[in-house]
Every structure is written in C-alpha cells, then in structure tokens.
C-alpha cells in the first residue's frame, strides 16, 4: 500500500462544467465561470474585488506593480516561504529583506518587523503559513505607524480566517492559490484580493495587458488601449470551470480537512508530552483550514531518518521551504535584518504528513507507522 503525500481532490462535477465552459463557446479569459468564482470569493472574504489569475505568483507580481516598487524600496517579510513571494518583489527591482519567524505558528515574528524598516521600506509581505494567521492586528498597526503597504500572501489560506475575518481581506492586497497542491484548485490558478478601492481600477488594467479592456467590455470606454504596465494574467474559462466546481463544495472539502488535521494533532498529543515531538500551534483567535499537518522533530537527523523509515513503509512525507534567504536568488537580490535561527532550525527539523480529502481510510495506518517510525529518534 503507498499513501502519497499528497492527491489533488476532484469533486466529481469539475469536467461537466468544462464541458458547458467548452459548449458555450467563450473559451478565454472573463467569461461566465470567471464571473461566479468571482462572485463567489468577494462574498466569501468581503474584499472589494477578487480577480482570477492564472497562478497566485501572478498575483503576487500584480500586487507588486499596484504596490508600485521601484529599485531600492524594500519589503519585510520571512525567509520561511516559496520563491515567488520575494520574486515578485526582485522583479520590480525592489530587494526583500528577510526577517525570522515565530517559534510557535511559523509566521513572521511581529516583534522582528520594526527594527527592520529603513527611509527604504514600502510594504510587510507576510505569509499565514500552514493557513494559521499571522498577527494581522499588529502588523496592521506597524504598517499604519510608517505607512506601509501590507500584502497577506494567503496561498496556503483559502477558507482560513482570523478574529472571524477572512484571511487575504485584512490587509491592503491579498492572494490565493489554486494551484494542485493546495486546498481548492484548478491545476493552476490564483486571485488577486484587492482590499481597497483606491487599487481597484489599476488592478483590472494590470491584469489584462496595461490595456483597459475591462472598462471596455463594460462599455465605460469606446475602444480600449495601452494605459499602463501590466501583463496577461487571466485564466481561461477552462480552468475557471474547473475551479467552480471546487469553490462549490469548499466547505465540505475544507470541513474534510480540517477533521483530518484534527485526528493527527489528537494522535500525536502524547508523542508530544514525552517530548518525542512538537505539534503545530494554533492560537485560539485563528480559524485554520487544515492545509497541511507537521510535526517538528528533535533535529535534522531524526527527520531524515523518520521520513526514510516512512518511504519504507510506502508513506509520502515531505520536508519543507529552503528557506529564501541561503538560496542563491536570495543571497544575490535580498539582504537579511537579524538572525534567522528559527527559520534554519524549522527548515532542518519540519516534516509534514500526508493531508487530502480521501485519507480517511488509511489515516489510522498513518498513524500506526508514525509511531514504530519514531521510535529511538528522541534518544
Ligand atoms: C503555492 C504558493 C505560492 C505560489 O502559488 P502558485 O499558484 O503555484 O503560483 C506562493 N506562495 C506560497 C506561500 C505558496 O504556498
């Protein structure tokens, strides 16, 4: 038996509506799938204007634009995430600096966030890794301090929320990921959140070329033209079909996970008190959307000798982000502001565990294996 880290979800209606996407003839981008899974994300997260992107590393390079960073401005944000949220930033010719994590929910350390602002700063770029949030009240209030942009790289957080509000609408510009591996997807895919009205009219030219097609197709222009920078960021009514069909049924498949995520952290407790282990933290005003369940290991050794003996058993598991800041890219276009020691221990020491709506019948034997694994490794 092979128990794969991890196997896309499909619902069953996903070709169905691909079918009627290819029977109605509009087969590109801003048809009507795209305006349901538009619809469907304002209502669900509140935010002023959701727009589908191929990908959420094109929305992050959108907001990048919106944010208008040019050479030398700066933005905050953690080493501890996936290439294309500081790429977005050295595209502009902007430099990320790299700040610490916290030791218990893995986000940016709020308290490492001031000491870092230079004359340079422009935006905080923050991830809720895992899809727990980070501390959006005080970074919100940093960002107010020295008025700077605050963009939640919400791609592991669709359906997450914090204080009751949805992650992706508490800052000024928010994105998702559609993409296989994360909770709802379309293969490929993202969105684009935007918070506030002032970005609204600049995000839709950005995402269609620098043309204002948009206002065009609504009849607000007579002809349409080259207005600004921008580039093609729509997906075609194909992949929007295809997502309709996962944004249907998004709170039984993130129910799903979440109770998965649940009979994990409930089997692994006493791993954790005899002190073999340590489990995710979730503080209490955090709505998590069981994304993805990790364990971290007493050090680099125990994980790689863990997850060999899992491969063994036929079990997927996974290590995580390389972290940003040692990569190559990272060391040539960004700088670092203080040590980054919880970064490297977390990146030495995190596995995650298989998580997808189907686990159900073999979440037990997960389990079982998980804890003849362990054995000897804390010793
Ligand atoms: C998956 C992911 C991305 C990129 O998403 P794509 O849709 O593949 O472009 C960006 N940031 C984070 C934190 C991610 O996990």
Redesign the pocket.
Same mark, same amino acid.
């Not at 990908?55 to 094109?58: I, K, L, M």
């Given at each position: 038996m092979i128990i794969s880290f991890n196997r896309p979800y499909a619902t069953g209606n996903e070709l169905a509506h691909v079918a009627a996407a290819a029977a109605g003839g509009h087969w590109a981008g801003d048809g009507p799938f795209t305006a349901k899974c538009r619809a469907w994300l304002e209502a669900r997260t509140g935010t002023r204007m959701a727009l589908l992107t191929h990908?959420? =590393?094109?929305a992050?390079e959108m907001a990048a634009i919106l944010a208008d960073l040019k050479p030398g401005d700066e933005v905050i944000m953690p080493s501890y &995430?996936?290439p294309? =949220?500081a790429n977005a930033v050295v595209l502009r010719g902007a430099t990320p600096v790299f700040v610490d994590i916290r030791p218990d929910t893995l986000n940016i350390d709020e308290a490492r966030i001031e000491p870092a602002i230079t004359a340079q700063t422009r935006a905080i770029l923050v991830?809720h890794y895992a899809g727990v949030a980070c501390e959006m009240d005080a970074i919100m209030a940093i960002a107010r301090r020295h008025g700077l942009l605050v963009i939640e790289?919400a791609?592991?957080a669709v359906m997450a929320g914090c204080k009751g509000r949805p992650l992706g609408s508490i800052g000024h510009l928010g994105?998702l &990921?559609?993409?296989a591996?994360?909770n709802l997807t379309a293969g490929? @895919? @993202?969105a684009l959140l935007v918070n506030e009205e002032r970005f609204c009219r600049r995000a839709e030219i950005v995402r269609v070329m620098g043309t204002n097609r948009s206002q065009f197709l609504r009849g607000e222009v007579d002809k349409y033209t080259w207005v600004d920078q921008g580039s093609s960021c729509l997906p075609s009514e194909l992949t929007a079909a295809f997502l309709w069909a996962q944004l249907e049924v998004a709170e039984e498949i993130t129910r799903r996970r979440v109770r998965l995520w649940q009979a994990y952290h409930t089997g692994c407790a006493s791993l954790e008190r005899d002190g073999i282990l340590r489990r995710p933290v979730v503080p209490r005003h955090c709505q998590h959307n069981g994304h993805l369940y990790y364990l971290l290991l007493p050090n680099a050794r125990s994980r790689e000798v863990f997850m060999a003996r899992m491969k063994e058993r036929g079990i997927g598991c996974a290590f995580h982000y390389q972290p940003l800041h040692n990569s190559p890219a990272g060391q040539r276009f960004g700088r670092c502001h203080g040590g980054l020691s919880v970064t490297e221990h977390v990146t030495d020491c995190l596995v995650r565990l298989p998580l997808w709506p189907g686990l159900e019948d073999h979440q037990q034997e997960v389990m079982g294996a998980l804890t003849d694994c362990l054995a000897g490794l804390a010793d």
């Open positions: 990908s959420c =590393t094109a992050l &995430s996936f294309s =949220t991830i790289d791609a592991h994105v &990921s559609f993409h591996t994360k490929e @895919g @993202g």
